[in-house]
């Protein structure tokens, strides 16, 4: 039996989000804890604080994927753009991989009759589908934006 058209898009999804998330970590180890926290400018964020946001949405908008709001209540947006000075590399690696845990987790747990499936951000109705595109391009741009930081830091050596 072919297989559908529906589950060739799921089995794509989790592809590139894995390509992703191993883009973003190979930028990170190539940059090192040091370089991680840098930022070029007051307006800018550094690798940690790109790394920390994107664990947050992730948690907020997988958990509980399909019965509860993607913009949970008790997430604090603001707050993933701060950083505490002792907050250490190993901590937001730790909330980069239970980010990617629970998004792997909900998008395998989709079947093909879950994609036109309705879910809300921020109140706002989604299909599964927009909901899952909404996100891949939200990583994209992150990770985008985590690679360079990464590569200026490493300098020629990258």
Do not use: R
């Given at each position: 039996m072919a297989e559908s058209v529906e589950s060739a898009y799921l089995a794509v999804v989790l592809r590139v989000l894995r390509q992703y998330k191993a883009m973003a970590e190979r930028a990170v180890a190539q940059a090192g804890p040091v370089a991680a926290f840098r930022?070029?400018?007051?307006?800018?964020?550094?690798i940690a604080v790109l790394l920390k946001h994107m664990a947050g949405n992730m948690r907020s908008r997988w958990t509980d994927?399909?019965?509860?709001d993607g913009e949970k209540p008790d997430r604090n947006r603001d707050s993933e753009f701060e950083l505490?000075?002792?907050?250490t590399l190993d901590?937001?690696?730790a909330w980069w991989e239970d980010g990617w845990r629970r998004t792997f987790a909900a998008l395998e747990g989709l079947g093909p009759g879950d994609l036109l499936r309705e879910v809300r951000i921020r109140g706002?109705?989604?299909s599964v589908v927009q909901a899952i595109e909404r996100?891949?391009?939200?990583?994209?741009y992150h990770v985008g934006q985590i690679v360079p930081l990464a590569k200026q830091a490493r300098g020629p050596a990258w």
């Open positions: 930022v070029t400018d007051s307006e800018a964020n550094s994927f399909l019965t509860t505490e000075p002792e907050t901590q937001v690696m706002e109705p989604h996100q891949l391009a939200h990583y994209a």
